[in-house]
């Protein structure tokens, strides 16, 4: 495992730990557990023992929707997917709400509320390129270009606006710690780009955003969420865009094909 996949590693660790207290103590709203999303392993652990032909379900394989996952409305809004498949999502949460409180502007409020939905969705390694892509024909491009670039610029301080490098790196990846070239080359260019300030802004609320006892609602965000997303009448996964595919795995995680 190389440095960065341990860094996207302990993020998904410390936004995993975060949901977990905050269902918990009840404070999603509805004192319930995660979304289970089953695991490839598993199946695939099952058909070894059994074969193909002997899995639960007189032999059939999973298509189609997942009864221990929420079901989906047939035209899917980026609502739908936080309240249904994100959920609780507290990080992306408190991230959003870090930026409002301190009265940034609603592009970076949405790149906050998105910044780490790779995570959320599908998976963590390189979690800001996926993204990036995943909202990129919904959102404006100032916004998915910074939610593609913070995922380099987290390694590197910046004493302008009180960017430290996480002491959590430190104590997990030891003091000598780089990141691989692609991502030295990613910040780089990130550094001198216009919307730079947008991306390292995304850094700064996403660090402290991981305290267990604060609850933020979704719905806080519903205007800026209207103002900011392109929602496809038809539903995310269904509007024909190069990402409806990645919008449908959400629904759909378990598919056999």
Not at 24 to 45: F, I, R, T, Y
Request: with cysteine.
């Amino acid at each position: 495992m190389t440095m960065s996949q341990r860094a996207e590693a302990l993020e998904q660790q410390m936004s995993a730990a975060l949901d977990k207290a905050v269902a918990d103590n009840g404070l999603n709203g509805k004192g319930v557990g995660l979304p289970w999303m089953c695991q490839v392993a598993e199946a695939a652990e099952r058909i070894r023992n059994n074969g193909p032909d002997e899995m639960p379900g007189a032999g059939q394989m999973l298509m189609g929707d997942d009864p221990r996952l929420p079901k989906m409305p047939a035209a899917p809004t980026l609502m739908d997917f936080f309240k249904l498949r994100f959920a609780p999502a507290s990080h992306l949460l408190q991230s959003a709400n870090l930026a409002l409180k301190n009265g940034h502007s609603e592009k970076i409020v949405m790149a906050c509320l998105l910044h780490d939905v790779g995570i959320a969705s599908l998976l963590r390694t390189d979690h800001g390129y996926w993204g990036a892509q995943l909202t990129q024909p919904y959102v404006d491009e100032e916004i998915s270009w910074s939610i593609r670039a913070h995922q380099s610029l987290r390694f590197f301080a910046d004493p302008s606006v009180g960017y430290e490098y996480p002491k959590s790196y430190v104590r997990r990846f030891g003091a000598d710690f780089k990141p691989e070239p692609y991502v030295v080359a990613d910040y780089e260019r990130a550094r001198k780009h216009k919307w730079y300030m947008t991306a390292r802004l995304i850094t700064l609320n996403d660090l402290y955003a991981f305290d267990p006892t604060v609850k933020v609602q979704l719905e806080t965000f519903t205007d800026i969420i209207g103002r900011n997303f392109r929602q496809p009448k038809e539903g995310l996964g269904f509007d024909g865009s190069p990402v409806a595919h990645m919008w449908r795995s959400i629904i759909w995680p378990n598919n056999f094909l």
